[in-house]
């Protein structure tokens, strides 16, 4: 997560109207503060959603960042100008301040290193400064600033979208990259062997040269050197709603298959003996009302069904989750209550689905079927969750839900998120009408039959019969 100024203009000091972490997430003089300095209401949310990981700093806020600018006491810490999204970065929250928010969390620590203006040495020296036990110089100045025990920080990643030519601070060409990336890995990993490396894919998908051709060559060059890829994939808004429903989840499933297929036949064809994952570690739909929940549910299903490569996700601007008016405060919005659904309870093995509906087209692609469907399955708990968006704007669709394998037991409980106006924005006043509508639904010879709103999300619990 970055400090992002809405209002700023890129490379200038202004004031600018919202800091997505500056007076929203850290705030000392709020009486919502903790001793870290980190509103409490963002915290418990973090933990409600049961939040893994969030990467510090990332984005393109990354690129220009010294992350010795933001240790030891705050009143010595130099002011920067915040070359990636205008205004001035006083470097109050840092590394240890970061950390500390993980732990309050319950989250894992992941550090993206400054591949673009800064140097490889300084990359190696974050690695000491977190992770060496003790006398080196940054590993004793940790100490000093009231942290002896390494942090033990496991994932790195090696820059960010370093391939964003428009916008990116110290953008690389492929070959640049892939030599500073091998390079920065091997010295980090001359200060702690135990880390992994997350390697940038492709973020720029309008490049003229192929955002798929980068990611090739990255695989081929660092292949051999990182746990994980990265790509970033925010969701293609469109004034058409099927377009935005259809054609953009399309868009958003195609660049993870065509990534994984990439993975695949490099691994293979390098003979790479270390498994490559993939890292959707920046993510998101934008907007204040309905149209920016179903793409994020789509989103986590496409997740789910390529839950064999996909294996770390960071949602972008995590406190948008939890939504707010500026005079009367936090409430939580349908997005979060959707988040919520998919990351407390699709935990275990994503299982296959059959989907068979009607289906829509749009001027690019054809036959999308109206329902988008994904299911998981915790061997823990022997209880399934099957996720349904209904991308049919005007129409419910009745569906019969049938298991093939195990067999269902009791009854299955539903969850829906809907709205009867798409474009009506989100309201503190109505936050009570967002919480989920929970009901009951007959299981009958190993089915269940429900029909699904409009433009709805729900899931559905079913508990299996042990074996």
């Given at each position: 997560?970055?400090?992002?100024?809405?209002?700023?203009?890129?490379?200038?000091?202004?004031?600018?109207?919202?800091?997505?972490?500056?007076?929203?997430?850290?705030?000392?003089?709020?009486?919502?503060?903790?001793?870290?300095?980190?509103?409490?209401?963002?915290?418990?949310?973090?933990?409600?959603?049961?939040?893994?990981?969030?990467?510090?700093?990332?984005?393109?806020?990354?690129?220009?960042?010294?992350?010795?600018?933001?240790?030891?006491?705050?009143?010595?810490?130099?002011?920067?100008?915040?070359?990636?999204?205008?205004?001035?970065?006083?470097?109050?929250?840092?590394?240890?301040?970061?950390?500390?928010?993980?732990?309050?969390?319950?989250?894992?620590?992941?550090?993206?290193?400054?591949?673009?203006?800064?140097?490889?040495?300084?990359?190696?020296?974050?690695?000491?400064?977190?992770?060496?036990?003790?006398?080196?110089?940054?590993?004793?100045?940790?100490?000093?600033?009231?942290?002896?025990?390494?942090?033990?920080?496991?994932?790195?990643?090696?820059?960010?979208?370093?391939?964003?030519?428009?916008?990116?601070?110290?953008?690389?060409?492929?070959?640049?990259?892939?030599?500073?990336?091998?390079?920065?890995?091997?010295?980090?990993?001359?200060?702690?062997?135990?880390?992994?490396?997350?390697?940038?894919?492709?973020?720029?998908?309008?490049?003229?040269?192929?955002?798929?051709?980068?990611?090739?060559?990255?695989?081929?060059?660092?292949?051999?050197?990182?746990?994980?890829?990265?790509?970033?994939?925010?969701?293609?808004?469109?004034?058409?709603?099927y377009t935005q429903m259809g054609a953009s989840a399309r868009i958003f499933d195609d660049r993870i298959k065509i990534t994984a297929g990439e993975i695949n036949a490099v691994s293979?064809?390098?003979?790479?003996?270390?498994?490559?994952?993939?890292?959707?570690?920046?993510?998101?739909?934008?907007?204040?009302?309905?149209?920016?929940?179903?793409?994020?549910?789509?989103?986590?299903?496409?997740?789910?069904?390529?839950?064999?490569?996909?294996?770390?996700?960071?949602?972008?601007?995590?406190?948008?989750?939890?939504?707010?008016?500026?005079?009367?405060?936090?409430?939580?919005?349908?997005?979060?209550?959707?988040?919520?659904?998919?990351?407390?309870?699709?935990?275990?093995?994503?299982?296959?689905?059959?989907?068979?509906?009607?289906?829509?087209?749009?001027?690019?692609?054809?036959?999308?079927?109206?329902?988008?469907?994904?299911?998981?399955?915790?061997?823990?708990?022997?209880?399934?969750?099957?996720?349904?968006?209904?991308?049919?704007k005007d129409k419910a669709i009745a569906t019969d839900i049938t298991g093939i394998s195990g067999e269902f037991t009791g009854k299955a409980e539903v969850s829906v998120v809907t709205?009867?106006?798409?474009?009506?924005?989100?309201?503190?006043?109505?936050?009570?009408?967002?919480?989920?509508?929970?009901?009951?639904?007959?299981?009958?010879?190993?089915?269940?039959?429900?029909?699904?709103?409009?433009?709805?999300?729900?899931?559905?619990?079913?508990?299996?019969?042990?074996?």
């Amino acid at each position: 997560m970055e400090p992002i100024q809405i209002s700023g203009r890129r490379g200038l000091p202004d004031s600018p109207v919202l800091n997505t972490l500056y007076g929203t997430l850290y705030d000392p003089a709020s009486p919502l503060a903790d001793e870290n300095g980190f509103k409490k209401n963002y915290i418990e949310a973090f933990r409600e959603l049961k939040v893994t990981n969030i990467r510090w700093p990332g984005g393109n806020f990354l690129m220009a960042y010294n992350w010795q600018d933001g240790i030891g006491p705050k009143n010595q810490r130099p002011a920067r100008i915040n070359m990636a999204w205008g205004g001035i970065d006083n470097n109050h929250v840092g590394t240890d301040e970061w950390f500390a928010l993980n732990k309050s969390v319950g989250s894992e620590n992941i550090v993206a290193v400054n591949l673009g203006l800064a140097t490889i040495q300084d990359a190696a020296y974050w690695v000491e400064y977190c992770n060496y036990p003790k006398g080196t110089y940054y590993s004793d100045l940790r100490a000093k600033y009231g942290h002896s025990a390494p942090y033990k920080v496991k994932i790195w990643d090696l820059g960010n979208e370093v391939d964003g030519k428009p916008w990116e601070l110290g953008h690389k060409n492929a070959e640049d990259y892939i030599e500073i990336a091998r390079e920065a890995a091997k010295a980090m990993k001359a200060v702690d062997n135990n880390i992994d490396f997350v390697a940038c894919g492709s973020s720029w998908y309008s490049n003229p040269n192929g955002w798929d051709e980068w990611n090739r060559k990255i695989l081929n060059g660092l292949g051999d050197r990182i746990k994980y890829l990265s790509i970033h994939s925010y969701w293609e808004n469109s004034p058409d709603y099927y377009t935005q429903m259809g054609a953009s989840a399309r868009i958003f499933d195609d660049r993870i298959k065509i990534t994984a297929g990439e993975i695949n036949a490099v691994s293979n064809t390098q003979g790479f003996k270390n498994p490559i994952y993939l890292s959707v570690d920046e993510w998101g739909a934008f907007g204040g009302n309905f149209m920016s929940v179903l793409p994020v549910a789509q989103s986590f299903n496409s997740f789910i069904r390529h839950a064999d490569v996909v294996k770390m996700g960071n949602f972008t601007l995590l406190t948008s989750l939890l939504s707010n008016d500026p005079k009367k405060g936090n409430f939580k919005s349908p997005l979060f209550h959707t988040f919520k659904l998919f990351s407390t309870n699709c935990r275990g093995n994503a299982i296959d689905t059959y989907v068979q509906c009607d289906t829509f087209s749009t001027e690019k692609y054809k036959g999308i079927p109206y329902l988008d469907v994904s299911a998981t399955y915790s061997r823990e708990t022997n209880t399934a969750y099957v996720n349904v968006v209904n991308r049919h704007k005007d129409k419910a669709i009745a569906t019969d839900i049938t298991g093939i394998s195990g067999e269902f037991t009791g009854k299955a409980e539903v969850s829906v998120v809907t709205t009867r106006d798409l474009q009506e924005a989100f309201t503190f006043d109505k936050q009570n009408d967002y919480i989920p509508v929970k009901t009951d639904v007959e299981i009958k010879n190993n089915k269940l039959s429900y029909s699904f709103p409009p433009h709805s999300f729900t899931q559905i619990r079913i508990e299996l019969k042990k074996r």
